[in-house]
T-cell receptor, first 114, second 113 residues
Framework: AQSVSQHNHHVILSEAASLELGCNYS??????LFWYVQYPGQHLQLLLK??????LVKGIKGFEAEFIKSKFSFNLRKPSVQWSDTAEYFC????????????FGDGTTLTVKP | DAGVIQSPRHEVTEMGQEVTLRCKPI?????LFWYRQTMMRGLELLIY????????DSGMPEDRFSAKMPNASFSTLKIQPSEPRDSAVYFC???????????FGSGTRLTVV
């Protein structure tokens, strides 16, 4: 079975700082990768996804993520964060053989100070 | 599509009472998931269905919890009897068989007093 590890539990940044949240997965086969965002008091929403092609994917609100197959990683980045990016971020992976079922990481809470 | 629809949005009940949470997935999605989220335990998968059939219910905490999916457009999560430690936000999510990710409902905030 696959697993997802998000090493940073809580990240605190000042506005305009650059962001990188780590995500590593364990699975030997082909995978689909996702990042979700959960703003305070809201539900999880899909931020971006990768399932084939260019390993650098761009999502909404200036976020991007890079799939590095050799490192089993799918780190989330944003060059300049805003206070409104304060949220919890979840990485998820689904195997190509069962694309409808994802395994989620434990989440990283991002706090952006104004 | 209106997305995944959950009801009620908020539920306050007394310990010992039966609670039923409802979910309508996105039409055409053949996977449905029930999650529970708390500050202490984070996001937990309780059970999921594929084509209305329960596939994995290993996350259901106790026999007090049960879930059904009588048809492709409706699922329920029932807690009987409810206890204060069941207080949480319960999310329903659905997905298609392709790698498009999940769509989550707005959640039901359950408070058991």
């Amino acid at each position: 079975a696959q697993s997802v590890s998000q090493h940073n539990h809580h990240v605190i940044l000042s506005e305009a700082a650059s962001l990188e949240l780590g995500c590593n997965y364990s699975y030997g086969g082909t995978v689909n990768l996702f990042w979700y965002v959960q703003y305070p008091g809201q539900h999880l929403q899909l931020l971006l996804k990768y399932f084939s092609g260019d390993p650098l994917v761009k999502g909404i609100k200036g976020f991007e993520a890079e799939f590095i197959k050799s490192k089993f990683s799918f780190n989330l980045r944003k060059p300049s964060v805003q206070w409104s990016d304060t949220a919890e971020y979840f990485c998820a992976v689904s195997p190509n053989t069962n694309a409808g079922k994802s395994t989620f990481g434990d989440g990283t809470t991002l706090t952006v100070k104004p | 599509d209106a997305g995944v629809i959950q009801s009620p949005r908020h539920e306050v009940t007394e310990m010992g009472q039966e609670v039923t949470l409802r979910c309508k997935p996105i039409s055409g999605h053949d996977y449905l998931f029930w999650y529970r989220q708390t500050m202490m335990r984070g996001l937990e998968l309780l059970i999921y269905f594929n084509n209305n059939v329960p596939i994995d219910d290993s996350g259901m905490p106790e026999d007090r919890f049960s879930a059904k999916m009588p048809n492709a457009s409706f699922s329920t999560l029932k807690i009987q009897p409810s206890e204060p430690r069941d207080s949480a936000v319960y999310f329903c999510a659905s997905s298609g068989g392709d790698p498009q990710g999940y769509t989550f409902g707005s959640g039901t905030r359950l408070t058991v007093v």
